[in-house]
């Protein structure tokens, strides 16, 4: 697994994830990015789960952002709605956190989206160490990449399977 945190505070928008791949008990890899930005549409997002399938969903996110005009609300149901009823993308096992300026969602393989409460977000298996990290922060002067940098900080001294080499995407 690993670890991504979505934060909005100021108008900004900043999306991190730690680089840390595992197999089962194994670090294969610490430096990968998990962390996307849509240049065109100002939309960053991240994934916790697999990389191909990761992959896989961010070519079908800037797609339907692109086939909806920007529209991100009707993109992630409609997402998600792929991902629930076909057959190659249901297999697909990973969470998405996505935001643009407006607005911010969790994407699951089930069929949710959810627009959680707070300008927050924590996916991952550290991602409940992040958000919790991250509440903490939101009332402090840092702003949003700084909050972003130390939830995921916090979360890779307590879950094994996130590291802290960071990766930083805002709009």
Same mark, same amino acid.
């Given at each position: 697994?690993?670890?991504?945190?979505?934060?909005?505070?100021?108008?900004?928008?900043?999306?991190?994830?730690?680089?840390?791949?595992?197999?089962?008990?194994?670090?294969?890899?610490?430096?990968?990015?998990?962390?996307?930005?849509?240049?065109?549409?100002?939309?960053?997002?991240?994934?916790?789960?697999?990389?191909?399938?990761?992959?896989?969903?961010?070519?079908?996110?800037?797609?339907?952002?692109?086939?909806?005009?920007?529209?991100?609300?009707?993109?992630?149901? &409609?997402?998600?709605?792929?991902?629930?009823?076909?057959?190659?993308?249901?297999?697909?096992?990973?969470?998405?956190?996505?935001?643009?300026? &407006?607005?911010?969602?969790?994407?699951?393989?089930?069929?949710?989206?959810? &627009?959680?409460?707070?300008?927050?977000?924590?996916?991952?298996?550290?991602?409940?160490?992040?958000?919790?990290?991250?509440?903490?922060?939101?009332?402090?002067?840092?702003?949003?990449?700084?909050?972003?940098?130390?939830?995921?900080?916090?979360?890779?001294?307590?879950?094994?399977?996130?590291?802290?080499?960071?990766?930083?995407?805002?709009?």
């Amino acid at each position: 697994m690993t670890t991504i945190v979505l934060v909005r505070k100021n108008n900004e928008v900043v999306v991190a994830g730690d680089g840390q791949v595992s197999m089962g008990n194994t670090v294969v890899k610490s430096t990968a990015a998990k962390v996307r930005k849509i240049e065109k549409r100002d939309v960053v997002a991240g994934f916790a789960g697999s990389t191909a399938d990761a992959l896989t969903l961010f070519e079908r996110l800037e797609a339907k952002i692109e086939k909806h005009a920007g529209n991100l609300s009707r993109a992630a149901v &409609e997402l998600a709605k792929d991902w629930r009823t076909d057959k190659y993308l249901r297999r697909l096992e990973a969470l998405m956190a996505i935001g643009d300026k &407006e607005n911010s969602y969790i994407i699951s393989g089930t069929g949710d989206v959810l &627009e959680p409460e707070g300008d927050i977000i924590g996916i991952g298996s550290g991602g409940n160490y992040a958000l919790a990290a991250g509440k903490v922060l939101m009332s402090t002067e840092m702003n949003a990449e700084e909050i972003a940098k130390k939830a995921i900080e916090v979360a890779s001294e307590i879950c094994v399977f996130t590291n802290n080499n960071i990766k930083i995407e805002k709009i």
